[in-house]
């Protein structure tokens, strides 16, 4: 009776430890997801090291600044002419 006793509560406890909400199915999902924020933390870290790196040398250099509001806001220097062309009009060419 005991030995049956401790064999169903056994079989319980291991159904609960395989096939549970908490068991070893869970205990893999888990571990994929931390796998997964891992290597979003990788990046996230490695992108803000280039942004530190790229900050400084804004800072740091003339040339840098310069070449940065030329690229991402179009701006020019003094002494420069911009020519814009423009496609042609499709109403034009009919």
């Known amino acids: 009776m005991l030995l049956g006793l401790l064999t169903t509560m ?3 406890l291991l159904y609960g430890i395989l096939f549970g909400d908490q068991g070893v199915r869970r205990f893999l999902e888990l571990r ?11 990046k996230r870290v490695e992108r ?3 942004l530190r790196n790229r900050l400084a040398g804004l800072r740091s ?3 840098a600044l310069a070449e940065t509001a030329r690229v991402n806001l179009g701006m020019v220097d003094e002494d420069e002419i911009v020519y ?11």
């Open 32 to 42: 994929g997801t931390f796998a997964d924020r891992s290597t979003e933390v990788r």
């Open 10 to 12: 056994g079989v319980a």
């Open 48 to 50: 803000n090291s280039e």
């Open 61 to 63: 250099s003339d040339e």
């Open 84 to 94: 814009v062309f423009r496609p042609p009009d499709s109403d034009r060419m009919r």
